[in-house]
Nanobody
Framework: QVQLVESGGGLVQAGDSLRLSCAAS????????VGWFRQAPGKEREFVAA????????YYADSVKGRFTISRDNAKNTVYLQMNSLKPEDTAVYYC??????????????????WGQGTQVTVSS
């Protein structure tokens, strides 16, 4: 089993930055991709970004492209989401999860499992 723990959320103002962390423990060799999703109140959980554990190729949602950067530290079994130029519409609970299937980076939440508990990001205007 893989366990994921998110951290780094908080309350910031528009234009500020935050860095989220997703720390993995357990069978960390058993997955291919780590993804970040977010869910705002009353909305569906949506894809934000994902990164291949091996090789480091990444993919972003259009809404965050150019503002967010996903990276990983294999030695620490941790994936980061650097969020710059935050906007009020980025307010949500952010979750990380893993894809065990390989292949192209999936953007659908159904491809992912082992979800963390989430970390709240609130951006005030």
């Amino acid at each position: 089993q893989v366990q994921l723990v998110e951290s780094g959320g908080g309350l910031v103002q528009a234009g500020d930055s935050l860095r989220l962390s997703c720390a993995a423990s357990g069978r960390t060799f058993s997955f291919y991709t780590v993804g970040w999703f977010r869910q705002a109140p009353g909305k569906e959980r949506e894809f934000v970004a994902a990164i291949k554990w091996s090789g480091g190729s990444a993919y972003y949602a259009d809404s965050v492209k150019g503002r967010f950067t996903i990276s990983r530290d294999n030695a620490k079994n941790t994936v980061y989401l650097q969020m710059n130029s935050l906007k009020p519409e980025d307010t949500a609970v952010y979750y990380c999860a893993i894809d065990r299937n390989g292949g192209p980076i999936p953007t659908s939440r159904v491809a992912y499992d082992s979800w963390g508990q989430g970390t709240q990001v609130t951006v005030s205007s």
